[in-house]
């Protein structure tokens, strides 16, 4: 009996959540601060006028978020950014885990979850310029992360402050521009992080380790139909 594809999961971002709710109670405390400017009460038209715009750009920066940050399918490991989106095969996956980087005396989780692969640049090779400009910009405070483990083991942090336009894969492909620049980003935070994309913790539906509990079975399931059909085959 032929076994069954698991079926697809979508996660929607945490990130997103209440968007509508920031922007609606945002607009009703910026009309009832003017209205109050208006009737001269400057002190709490200012103490609701303040806030209700802060509340409006929150909603907004969580409306631009997308619906779905992630689909996990038979065909791969969909990962949506802001601008595009970055197909993975899962034969492609090593693992998915936490980050440490050390801190004082102990070490200290990121904000992040790190995605190993085995060929980084099947990655690079197919991501949408969008995707990739999204992502180099996203990943610009992990540089400064990266930056302070360099220092803290006493590496040479010169390479870490090099930004280059070239870079050259393990195939010999060279990459230019744009996917240069992300594949160079990429190569850097390797070095000092360990893994090759970075995942915010904001954009998943739950905590991080339930997210890596269900990535992991999701994709043994995947291994596990493979080697199935090869037995069949």
């Not at 607009?27 to 802060?54: D, H």
């Not at 969580?62 to 970055?86: A, I, T, Y």
């Not at 870490?160 to 850097?188: I, N, V």
């Not at 890596?212 to 994709?219: A, G, P, S």
């Amino acid at each position: 009996m032929e076994k069954r594809q698991p079926q697809t999961i979508h996660i929607a971002p945490m990130a997103r959540r209440n968007h509508v709710t920031f922007i609606v109670a945002g607009l009703f405390m910026s009309a009832l601060g003017l209205v109050a400017l208006q009737w001269q009460y400057s002190m709490f038209g200012y103490l609701a006028l303040m806030p209700g715009i802060v509340l409006v750009l929150l909603g907004l920066f969580k409306w631009q978020e997308p619906k779905v940050s992630f689909v996990l399918s038979p065909q791969g490991f969909c990962w949506r950014v802001r601008h595009g989106e970055v197909l993975i095969e899962w034969s492609n996956i090593i693992g998915l885990s936490t980050l440490q980087v050390n801190k004082g005396q102990g070490k200290t989780e990121l904000h992040y979850l790190g995605l190993k692969l085995w060929n980084r640049e099947a990655v690079i090779q197919t991501i949408s310029l969008r995707a990739a400009k999204s992502l180099f910009h996203e990943y610009r405070s992990l540089l400064h992360v990266a930056l302070m483990e360099a220092q803290y083991r006493g590496d040479d942090v010169q390479q870490l402050q090099e930004d280059t336009e070239t870079w050259r894969g393990d195939s010999g492909q060279r990459f230019d521009g744009l996917k240069g620049m992300f594949a160079a980003r990429l190569a850097q935070l390797k070095m000092f992080l360990g893994a090759d994309l970075y995942i915010p913790v904001t954009s998943l539906d739950r905590h991080q380790d339930e997210f890596i509990e269900l990535f992991t079975q999701y994709q043994r399931s995947i291994q596990q139909l493979a080697q199935e059909q090869q037995l069949n085959d």
